[in-house]
């Protein structure tokens, strides 16, 4: 790691800059990178999923987040790298540090492709600070890479109309209305999810997010769609032409852009690279706004929401089978974090139609559920032992959709806190669930219905109560979602429309005892229209049994128990035809009336 970033360095006094960013990211801002996008592991050695790294001629850190801090001063150890602790107190943000490392008429240097517009923007005015510039045109990592992994161009493949449910063209012209609309000319489109939607393709470049590695660029004459080559059969190629979409190589948009005049472009600044924006002439106008398809793609259809019925039974087949094997086994075989989340993947697999998980497991026991984005490695991993709370948080991509769900089990003795903590979020998911409105409102409108129980006692949960889940695509979709304030960059505050999918996960976590979090999918559906306007409910997609050794029936409220027992018969009824005879009566018993 020292020697690279000396190397680094040297690059860095050649071409006059005086601090590079290295963050992790792709070309598109992805939520998940591949292996040839892990510049700032590369460097630094962190291996998490979420750091940036900032190198200056006497220093050079990454900041990363709670979820690291224990992995990351570990990993970092002897690499030059400074642990950098976010949101800790006297811990400068990498903006103010870029503002005060930077020297006066100094330059600050990162790769423009892997920094979205919004943040170089911010970048540009931390520099402005002391009348320094920047610098964007060159990946100096990867000038310094040795056997860097290739860029991935895995094979695309094109989803059936039997899975999607709207042809490529309808979406096209729905995407051309809403340009008419804004009145661009062209609209330059590089979030992987909203392309492979918007053409019914999908792919394998990104772990856990069937995409393909591309941009588009649409104008009311032409589609162009910017590929590596080598990820097209003949079959894809052909149905991508019959679409009227002209094939390009990948990384010719960027002469693309620079050949446009005078046009209204439509694109996201902070889902759009720096660099491409600024490869776009001066005549140019930009308008900013969320892409068009991230609001048509989170409205599902009829035929995906049947699939997405059907892909949430076969998770549910998998997940309660994985329960009971863990009830009938703790305590009996040696198990751990990660063998017994590799057990539940062995589940998913025996599925028809599974592809891969929708994002990386967290399988957290005891007092590591309590960091509720915990993940287990072979290098740290705690032994499942017959007492206390076990959490595991997994979802899968499947033909027919994508699913997330969390449950939280006993597998022993617990502590009455324990008990009354468990209660609470089975409560609060089952009430959001359970919950009726009126059609314009936003998640920001229904987060009380689940804290409500939570903030009576003066306890709390500091993440979203919910997030927009994608089809066959990201696990985390916006523009729906469910919290109790807005956070203007999460862009998931928009009215709740029939056909989205959002996830239902309250949780409770205590440091250094215990984290529990109960998350289901819900699809919101109208329900009767009368004189006072359409109302909305929520339909459960997920079926897997609460844990009743857990419940402390005491606290639950009359209509609790009936939410649960109701919801317990749909899991029995749904799940159970799928089981083996022992499964199906351990269900019974574990979805019993109570």
Known sequence: MNERLEKLRALMKERKL???????????????????????????GFTGSAGTAVVTMEEAGVWTDGRYFVQAAKELEGSGFALRRMGTEGEPTILEYLASSVPCGGCIGFDGRVINELLGEEIEAAAAEKGASVSYGEDLVGMIWEDRPALSAKPVWILEEKYCGQPAGEKIRSLRSEMKKAGADVHILTALDDIVWLLNIRGN??????????????????????????ALTDETEAYLKNLGVRIRPYGEIYEYVKTLREKAVMLEKSRTNYALCHNLDGSCRIINRMNPTARMKAVKNETEMENLRRAHIKDGVAVTKY??????????????????????????????????????????????????????????????KPEGLYLVDSGGQYYEGTTDITRTIALGKLTEEEREHFTLVAMSMLRLGNVKFLYGCRGLNLDYVAREV?????????????????????????PNGIRWKIVPERQDDGILEEGMLTSDEPGIYIEGSHGIRTENLVLCRKAEKNSYGQFMNFEFVTFVPIDLDAIDRSLMRPEDVEMLNAYHSQVYEKIAPYLTEEEAAWLKEYTRPI
Request: aromatic fraction near 12%; include cysteine.
């Open 323 to 384: 329960i009971c094997w863990l009830k009938k086994n703790i305590g009996k075989i040696p198990m751990d974090e990660v063998s017994a989340a590799e057990k539940l993947e062995s589940f998913r697999k025996e599925q028809e139609g599974y592809l891969e998980p929708s994002f990386p497991t967290i399988s957290a026991y005891g007092a590591n559920a309590a960091m509720c984005h915990y993940h287990a490695t072979e290098e740290n991993k705690t032994e499942l």
């Open 205 to 230: 470049d990104v772990p856990c997010n069937p995409v393909v590695l591309s941009y588009l660029a649409v104008t009311e004459e032409e589609v162009l769609l910017y590929i590596q080559k080598e």
């Open 18 to 44: 005086d601090v590079y960013v290295i963050p992790t990211a792709d070309f598109h801002e992805s939520e998940y990178v591949g292996e040839y996008f892990a510049c700032r592991e590369y460097m630094s």
């Open 454 to 478: 939570f903030w009576q006692r003066g306890l709390n949960f500091d993440h979203g109560t919910g997030h927009g889940v994608g089809y066959l695509l990201n696990v985390h979709e916006r």
